[in-house]
């Protein structure tokens, strides 16, 4: 079995973000050399999320809104996190857009169904952040 490991690495200049990391995981699928196999992708942060969607920019403001609703940023008092740093707000998105992705390897391809894109979620931004990408199989 082979096996393959990347990371990625991130600095919005905005405190939230969408961004489509699909090529970047294609590329490392072909650099893999893997044909048959799996690949996981995960944030290695608690604040921010890898999720597989569609690439449609009324989609993220959808998620944008309803994330807000569901965690508002501000007012950060209403958060018991927000003691020396104002991120509890990151914390719940990044718990319900989720850690990782895994993505079947078929045939030296990421086997994915139809529209699904690959997505990097920054919920606490202007900051240093990575992606693991790590790739098994033969
Ligand atoms: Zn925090």
Redesign the pocket.
């Known amino acids: 079995m082979k096996s393959y490991k990347k990371e990625l690495y991130f600095n919005t200049p905005t405190r939230r973000a969408f961004i489509n990391i699909t090529k970047e995981v294609e590329k490392c699928v072909k650099e893999s050399g893997i044909k048959e196999g799996l690949c996981l992708v995960n944030a290695m942060h608690i604040?921010a999320s890898v999720f597989i969607n569609d690439d449609e920019s009324g989609l993220h403001k959808d998620f944008e809104n309803w994330l807000e609703k569901l965690a508002p940023e501000k007012p950060y008092s209403q958060y018991h996190?927000n003691t020396f740093?104002n991120?509890?707000d990151a914390?719940l998105k990044r718990t319900i857009m989720g850690r990782e992705v895994v993505i079947a390897i078929t045939d030296g391809k990421l086997d994915f169904g139809p529209w699904e894109q690959i997505f990097y979620g920054e919920f606490d931004g202007k900051r240093n952040k990575r992606v693991l990408v790590k790739i098994i199989g033969e």
Do not use: I, K
């Open positions: 604040t996190h740093e991120n509890a914390h």
